[in-house]
């Protein structure tokens, strides 16, 4: 029903910034809620940061709070993740996810993308 497909990753130095994008297929788009989460090695998969429908509502892992922005663009169908300010700890594999719950917990998001490597060097 929804296809999410996850850009914008790549190798970056500690303190610096990227910018992490989730395309969306399907006209059901602005009815999600999204998702961002995140899974190092050898960690489970952990929450980053959600945004409502609208975009008009946003919640951040307290490890994340301050430094990345969730934003959304329905009319692209799109969701992003603004991440500066990066650390070594942000290394993981980063994926975007869909739900219709007020959730930050995985197993209540109904799709999900493929992941990007995000890689922080220090």
């Known amino acids: 029903q929804v296809q999410l497909v996850e850009s914008g990753g790549g190798l970056v130095q500690a303190g610096g910034s990227l910018r992490l994008s989730c395309a969306a297929s399907?006209?059901?788009?602005?009815?999600?809620?999204m998702g961002w989460f995140r899974q190092a090695p050898g960690k489970e998969r952990e929450f980053v940061a959600a945004?409502?429908?609208?975009?008009?509502?946003?919640y951040y892992a307290d490890s994340v709070k301050g430094r990345f922005t969730i934003s959304r663009d329905n009319a692209k169908n799109t969701v992003y993740l603004q991440m500066n300010s990066l650390k070594s700890d942000d290394t993981a594999v980063y994926y975007c996810?869909?739900?219709?719950?007020?959730?930050?917990?995985?197993?209540?998001?109904?799709?999900w993308g493929q992941g990007t490597q995000v890689t922080v060097s220090s």
């Open positions: 996810a869909a739900t219709t719950q007020v959730t930050a917990v995985s197993r209540y998001y109904d799709y």
């Open positions: 399907g006209r059901t788009f602005s009815t999600y809620r």
């Open positions: 945004i409502s429908t609208s975009g008009g509502s946003t």
